[in-house]
C-alpha cells in the first residue's frame, strides 16, 4: 500500500524554523523520524505532499494512495484502522481527519469522502515544543519497534548499570565502554556504528544514533535523542538533536531542539527556566509573535545550518532560524531571523554565498556533497528572511 505523508500548511508553519528546510514528517521526535516510523508500520517507503520548494526534493506520489496528516505519528490499532480504509474513504479520530484513501490533490475535497471512525488516542505532535516535550513517549515507542524480535550487542562489564539491562540495546558495531546508564526512566538505545565514549553517564530514555558519538565525561539527562552523524559532549537534557549537528564541547543545552548541521560552539549554553519561574515565551511563525508555550521549562529552537561561536549565551525560548553565525558576549535577540550574522550588538544579513563556501565544506568533511538541491531550497527560504 503506497503512502502520502500529507503537511497542513498551519501546523507545517507552526514547526518553522525547523520545517523552512523539511516536510513536517521529516522531524525526529523519539529515534525515528515521522516518516521513518510509518514506513516501520507499513513495510513500505512513503511520498511527500509538502510546500512547492520543497517537493523537488522530497517527491510526492500522484495515483491513488492512503494519504496521512504528517503531525500523525503510528502505532499497531492505528495501522489496522488504515488499513482497512478504502478508496473513498477518510479516518476521523475525535472529530479530526487523520487519514483518507485517495489522490493528496483531494485534501480540499476530503469532507466528502465516507467517514470511518477512529476510537482509540492518536499520538501526535501540534507543537514545535512537543518534540522534546514528548520524547520520552516517543523513544519508548521506537525502542519496542525497532529492537522486538531481535537481539542486542552484549554489553561491556565495563559498563555500569542502574535498572534493568535489558533496556539497553546495541546495534551492529555499536560500542560502549566504562559508561554509567540508568533505565529506571526508560530505554537506552545505541544506533550501528554509534559510540558511547568511557565516563559517559546517561539517564534514559536516550537514543544515541548510528554513527554518532557521545563524547567522555558527557551527561545526559532523558528523553534526549542525539541523531545520525553527531559529536555531543558536555550537559544535555530533555533534546533532540537531528542528524548531522554537532555540540562537541563542554556547555549547557536543555529542553531544546536542534535541525540538522549546526554547530554549537565551546561553551555554548542556552536557559531553559526564567528566573521568575513564570511560562516561556517564544516567537511563533505562524501568528509573527511570541506565544506562551505553557512551559515552564523551553530553551533553544534552532533551524539548520545555524552555527555558534564559543561562550554563545542563548536567552530562554530562543527560536533561531535557518543559517545564522550567532557569536559575542550578551544575549542574542529570543529571535533572530533566518540567514543572520552577529549576536547581541546586532544582526546583519548572512550571504548567501557565504554559507554555500562553508556548507560545501561541511559536507565534504562527511564525505558528502552539497547539491543545487539544496542551494534552491535555501534560496527559496531566504526570500522571506523570516
Known sequence: MSFVLNDNPEIWKGFLPLTFTRPL???????????????????????????DYLQQK?????????VIYSHICPDKELVTALRALKPGEALYAKEELIAFYGKATDVKNSSTF??????KDIFSVRNVWDIFQKNAEAVK??????????????????VTVIGD??????????????????TTGGPVYLGEDA????????RGPFALCEHSTLKMG????????????????????NSVIFGYSNKAHDGFLGNSVLGEWCNLGADTNNSNLKNNYSNVKLFNYLHNKQIDSGLQFC?????????????????????????????GGGFPPTHVPNFSWGGSEGLEAYKLEKLFETAERVFERRGMKFTDLEKDILKAVSMERG
Open 218 to 237: 558527557a551527561k545526559v539527562y532523558g528523553a534526549t535523542t542525539i541523531g545520525p552523524h553527531c559529536k555531543v559532549g558536555g550537559e544535555v537534557s
Open 25 to 51: 514528517s521529516e522531524i525526529r521526535v523519539g529515534i525515528l523520524t515521522i516518516k521513518e516510523k510509518w514506513e516501520k508500520h507499513l513495510g513500505t517507503g512513503g511520498f511527500y505532499h509538502t510546500q
Open 165 to 182: 539491562a535489558s533496556q539497553i540495546f546495541l546495534e551492529k558495531g555499536a560500542r560502549m565502554e566504562a559508561c554509567i546508564v540508568n
Open 141 to 158: 515507542s521506537d525502542f519496542i519497534l525497532l529492537t522486538e524480535g531481535k537481539t542486542s550487542l552484549p554489553l561491556s562489564k565495563s
Open 195 to 202: 559510540e558511547m565514549m568511557e565516563g559517559a553517564i546517561v
Open 114 to 119: 465516507n467517514r470511518v471512525n477512529h476510537s
Open 299 to 327: 530553551g533553544l529552537i534552532m533551524g539548520d545550518h545555524s552555527k555558534s561561536g564559543i561562550n554563545t549565551m542563548f536567552n530562554t525560548g530562543t527560536v533561531v532560524g535557518v543559517g545564522c553565525n550567532i557569536y
Open 58 to 66: 522530497y517527491k510526492n506520489f500522484n495515483s491513488e494512495a492512503l
